[in-house]
């Protein structure tokens, strides 16, 4: 239902993102991974067409069957919300303080449908009990900071999923919220997903998190998917260095599968960091941090894809026991 | 929540007895006292003091001002020494045409400033919001009184659409009478509008940058969408303080287009009061507006609370 | 050549923002003709039909300024005068523009063949505005306060009064202590005034003037509008305006702009930024510009503290650096060469007499001579009207012959507290309307008489006491002639100009006169001309 073709965005003279391929199935989940700076955040906005006015994007987005990349403000503001949801990292920072919960969950509906008065409200009580909140209809005249954080980001979710969407975008949805209330929310979204058959794509630095919520996942590092496949593939037999650095850097990884057995063990620092925008390698982007590059990590991998999907970019792939 | 207007309202009364102390010291520094305006160069060379005397002009200045002080707190702000003229009548005889100049600057001012903001603020990086600037940047830089004569020549003398000068009260024939205020309200507006257009477009940028309007623009709002419904609330939060300063730069600039366009308003009082040595007037009228000032900025603190829920639940709390 | 490169200067700064203000008009028209068309359409718009206009029995007229209160006992401004004098106060005689003296509230008067006693037959039929009448009590009564108001322009000609009396209601007897053939004149003016018994003590005295005039003084509204309405009880002529409508403008710019558009019909003095407009309203036919004598002279002069001051050396050489034929750019030449203290100019005492013309080398070598070479004067100056123009130009003459001048702007009422009536200074300049009889130093008029004490020179007091009490009138006319020339000599007031204000109104007003008495804008003959 989404495709990603040769989606180049550039800020300033400087290739952020370079996705050659990237794909999400209708009713699945995908993870997008990788560290800060990484590129993933940047990928959900070029999706959702709200990057920075500088940046220029070439390439094509096709979203069931449409592209994107052509639609202008007007045009891509009856895409988003209506038929792509998306949920951020801060819920506290975006929520509208001045604006009641139920204003900005029904935002959605006023905007896309012709509902009106009454109905509205019905709608968004009942979306309010799906996110599972206590007492909608008093909640819908409270203002965000009258919540806390997990109750916001449900509200954030409630207001994302008004008015039906196929896809979700949830970046980081978890992030700042604390462990218990984050194993909430990730099992939130996985019921959503499956009952209303909605896709998700999930953007994340934990694998851990990816893991738990996705049944696919696309690595991510100086704007190139260095990895896809099915996630227990790719954390069984990580093909990457990147991957496999980043699994090693996990060590709750991939034995247990309760949530909080490896939540919380944060992805331990891999040697060297993200280079700066504009900062990163020719070639492999990851060669500069990688213990086993060598002289053909200069020149850009062409992709090697292997069963199941299972698909990466590297000239000296291996499991994470070779890392 | 009364604790915090408590504290607002005796930091006001300190604020005015202070403002009260600098413009009384203040006016008995300028040279002569309303026997010499009164008399001018035709002062008889017999001993005049008796005309001091008279008039209170002989006592300690700290009685003077007590006396003052005394008078306003009872209500009464004084008549005039030369005219005994009641300063309270006499400035509510001059509250039209001030009134309607700085309201009817209010009521241009603010709304223009709003969508000029709001309108470069959306546009910032292209190239119509400059016609924008180039607009502020004009009307920031033009004196008022230029303007204003600019204003009377053209569309009073040269088109003869509306009068040059003078005022008609409201209550004698609306009409005239908001003909009379159009070119002075235009000319005061210019600067303010000008100013807070800035203000606007500076408080719509940082609102713009917000999580929550990436937000709304992900429920399916355009940019201006976004910037109107979720952005003009949330920058009005900083422009309610502006404009309360930005009422005192109204009132100022009505002195100034009074004087051009020749309308019996407060600042003209003030102006001809100052010359004329009227200083219990000028007091008295200083008193006032101080207090009319504070008061505003008082309401401000409070308005913050109706604007902000978050402000609102902070102080309920605090009480 | 040079004067007018002067005027060019001074005209640019003080107009600066009307030049611009002007340049743009211009500009928008795209040609002068174009604009002086349009604003004959405008002008025909406003007033409908000429027909029209001509009856209407109101006359609009804007006054530069307005008084600090109607108390005309104490209040010195012209301000007061200027719109009610004549129009709505009348005195004892009438001064004429000529210099006669006619009946007013008198009939007819008879003086002693001593000089010592007049005796007024007083009008009957005469009733103030508050339908009293008037007799020879209040006659007696305004003679007797005039005598002692604060005001000198009202209590100075009373100084040799020692009784007066009233035998019947309309006998008035006054006496004084010593001949002076002025007093007569001066009943023509301020200290003249007839008012109501105990006006004095009426909650009205700052609020209206009264009097017996043509005019009513009915509504004041402060810095709007000031109304007289004909007075149908007057016992003379009444005249042809039922209403005058003076409106305060103290801004020129606005007046001129509203005479312009239609709004006003006469404006009545034109005396600082406006003056350089005056010119385009001479060549306008729709405009009738005519010149009040002012009954002003220019003068500087110089303080009688300072130690330099004393040598008449310096006085002279001060003298001798005033151009005042350059100095007539002030007024964009509406003015007249005056060396003599003479007001008003047109006194038959008067002459070209000039003992210190224009000399700059001269100048600069008494001041050699005196030991003055590095001359400092503090010059205070008020900053409203021609006063900030002349001050350019004598601080230019003076420092081209060496003197170094601190000017320092004032206003109105600091400058009077800090220079007329004392403080510490070099030199003042202004425009008075005192005759020369006030200057002595016995009671004498500001700023030599005051602070005390003035200055007394013998010679000059000994003339002014004379020149006073001569009964001859020729004898008078000669020692007065003596006594302009010897103040002029004395050189501690020089005078620079007698003034002409402009007044500037519709071409079809008519009746106003030209030369004022008293300051009075007389509109007892106004009318509508064609």
């Known amino acids: 239902m989404l495709q990603l073709r040769d989606v180049r965005v550039v800020i300033d003279g400087h290739e952020i993102i370079r996705i050659d391929e990237l794909d999400l199935a209708p009713g699945s989940r995908l993870g997008l991974v990788g560290e800060s700076g990484s590129g993933k955040t940047m990928t959900a906005k070029a999706i959702a067409g709200l990057l920075p006015d500088e940046s220029k994007v070439s390439g094509s987005v096709i979203f069931e069957g449409q592209d994107l990349l052509t639609l202008n403000d007007r045009e891509m503001s009856k895409v988003r919300g209506k038929r792509i949801g998306f949920v951020f990292q801060d819920p506290a920072r975006s929520l509208n303080p001045m604006m009641r919960i139920g204003k900005q969950v029904s935002e959605a509906i006023r905007i896309h449908s012709d509902l009106k008065g009454d109905a509205v409200t019905a709608k968004v009580i009942d979306l309010l009990h799906q996110v599972q909140l206590p007492e909608p209809e008093t909640l819908l005249r409270r203002y965000p900071h009258q919540l806390s954080g997990g109750q916001q980001q449900r509200v954030m979710i409630a207001a994302a999923i008004a008015a039906d969407p196929d896809l979700l975008i949830a970046d980081e949805p978890t992030t700042a919220l604390d462990v218990t209330v984050q194993e909430e929310i990730l099992r939130l979204l996985i019921s959503l997903s499956e009952e209303r058959k909605m896709s998700l794509m999930f953007v994340s630095h934990d694998l851990g998190v990816i893991r738990f919520v996705c049944d696919r996942v696309a690595v991510i590092y100086g704007g190139n998917i260095v990895e896809s496949g099915r996630i227990e593939d790719v954390v069984a037999h990580p093909m990457h260095r990147y991957t496999a650095a980043l699994l090693a850097a996990n060590p709750g990884m991939p034995k247990d599968d309760n949530f909080s057995a490896f939540i919380g063990k944060r992805l331990q620092t891999i040697t060297g960091s993200v280079p700066a925008v504009g900062k990163f390698p020719s070639g492999c982007r990851f060669r500069n941090r990688c213990l086993s590059a060598t002289d053909a990590c200069s020149t850009m991998p062409s992709p090697i894809t292997t069963g199941n999907d299972h698909r990466y970019l590297c000239w000296n792939p291996g499991d994470r026991g070779q890392s | 929540m009364l604790k915090h207007i408590f504290r607002s309202f005796f930091t006001l009364i300190f604020a005015a007895l202070v403002g009260s102390v600098v413009v009384f010291v203040l006016l008995r520094q300028l040279g002569g006292d309303v026997v010499t305006a009164m008399l001018g160069k035709e002062a008889a060379p017999i001993d005049v003091s008796y005309l001091r005397e008279e008039l209170g002009l002989n006592q300690p200045l700290i009685v003077q001002y007590l006396n003052w002080l005394g008078d306003i707190a009872r209500g009464d702000l004084g008549t005039s020494y030369a005219m005994k003229l009641d300063v309270f009548t006499e400035m509510m005889r001059r509250l039209g045409p001030t009134a309607m100049l700085t309201i009817g600057g209010l009521i241009v001012s603010v709304p223009l400033s709003l969508i000029l903001g709001t309108y470069s603020a959306i546009n910032a990086k292209k190239i119509r919001s400059g016609f924008v600037d180039v607009f502020t940047t004009v009307g920031i830089a033009v004196p008022t009184f230029w303007v204003g004569l600019l204003f009377a020549l053209l569309f009073g003398v040269r088109l003869g659409w509306l009068p040059t000068g003078g005022y008609i009260p409201f209550t004698e024939d609306p009409l005239q009478s908001i003909r009379s205020v159009i070119l002075p309200v235009a000319a005061l507006s210019l600067g303010v509008t000008s100013v807070f257009t800035r203000y606007v477009r500076t408080a719509m940028l940082d609102v713009m940058n917000e999580d929550f309007m990436r937000s709304a623009m992900a429920r399916g709002r355009t940019r201006r969408g976004a910037a109107i419904i979720h952005g003009v609330r949330n920058a009005s939060i900083p422009l309610v303080t502006v404009a309360a300063l930005q009422f005192g730069q109204l009132i100022a600039g009505a002195v100034v287009v009074e004087n051009v366009f020749v309308l019996p308003g407060i600042g003209r009082l003030i102006v001809i009061s100052t010359l004329g040595r009227e200083v219990v007037v000028v007091q008295s009228l200083a008193m006032v507006l101080m207090l009319i000032i504070l008061i505003l900025n008082f309401l401000v603190d409070i308005a913050y609370g109706f604007l902000d829920p978050r402000i609102r639940d902070k102080e309920s709390v605090d009480v | ?530």
């Open chain 3, 1 to 530: 050549m040079k004067a007018i490169q002067i005027a060019r200067k001074s005209g640019r700064r003080r107009g600066f923002a009307f030049a611009i203000v002007a340049a743009l008009a211009v500009a928008a028209c795209g040609s002068s003709d174009d604009a002086s068309e349009t604003v004959e359409d405008s002008t025909t718009e406003e007033t409908t039909a000429p027909s029209e206009e001509a009856k209407s029995t109101t006359l609009i007229v804007t006054l530069a300024q307005e008084p600090a209160s109607w108390d005309y006992y104490t209040v010195g401004a012209n301000a007061l005068r200027v719109p009610t004098f004549y129009n709505v106060s009348e005195s004892i005689v009438e001064l004429r523009p000529d210099g006669t003296i006619v009946p007013m509230l008198a009939e007819s008067w008879e003086m002693s063949a001593d000089g010592l006693v007049y005796t007024f037959k007083i009008r009957s039929g005469v009733k103030f505005h508050d339908g009293t009448d008037m007799d020879s009590a209040d006659v007696v009564y305004s003679m007797k306060i005039n005598a002692k108001s604060p005001n000198s322009k009202l209590s100075a000609p009373h100084a040799y009064v020692a009784s007066v009396t009233a035998p019947d209601a309309s006998t008035v007897v006054i006496t004084l202590k010593q001949p002076s053939s002025t007093y007569l004149k001066n009943l023509g003016m301020s200290a003249g005034y007839v008012v109501p018994e105990n006006w004095l003590d009426s909650p009205d005295l700052t609020l209206k003037v009264m009097g017996t005039g043509p005019f009513v003084f009915s509504d004041y509204k402060a810095d709007t509008t000031l109304t007289l309405t004909r007075f149908e009880d007057y016992w003379g002529a009444k005249p042809y305006f039922e209403v005058i409508d003076f409106r305060f403008i103290d801004d020129e710019t606005a007046a001129l702009n509203g005479l312009l558009a239609g709004e006003y019909d006469v404006v009545s003095k034109v005396l600082a930024e406006g003056i350089e407009r005056v010119e385009s309203f001479t060549t306008d036919s729709k405009f009738k510009v005519q010149f009040e004598s002012a009954n002003e002279n220019s003068f500087m002069w110089l303080s009688v503290k300072e130690k330099a001051f004393k040598d008449i050396r310096v006085r002279q050489a001060i003298a001798h650096a005033i151009n005042r034929e350059e100095a007539l750019a002030v007024y964009d030449n509406y003015a007249d060469v005056a060396c003599l203290l003479v007001i008003p100019d047109a006194e038959p005492y008067n002459s070209d007499y000039c003992p210190y013309p224009y000399d700059p080398e001269k100048s600069k070598a008494l001041l050699k001579e005196a030991g003055y070479e590095n001359l400092e004067i503090d010059f205070p100056f008020v900053t409203v009207a021609s006063h900030p123009f002349t001050m350019e130009v004598l601080t230019q003459q003076l420092t081209a012959v060496g003197i170094k001048v601190n000017s320092r702007g004032l206003d109105l009422n600091t400058w009077i507290a800090e220079t007329w009536t004392g403080g510490v200074y070099g030199m003042g300049e202004v425009r008075d309307s005192a005759d020369i009889l006030q200057w002595g130093c016995k009671g004498g008029r500001n700023p030599l008489g005051n602070p005390k004490p003035g200055l007394c020179i013998k010679e000059f007091e000994d003339q002014l006491a004379k020149a006073d009490a001569f009964i001859n009138y020729d004898e008078h006319l000669k020692a007065m002639n003596t006594l302009v020339k010897t103040f002029a000599d004395l050189a501690w007031v020089n005078s620079i100009a007698a003034v002409k204000v402009p007044q500037i109104m519709k071409a079809n007003v008519t009746g106003i006169p030209t030369v004022s008495i008293n300051n009075a804008f007389d509109l007892r003959t106004a009318t509508w001309g064609n």
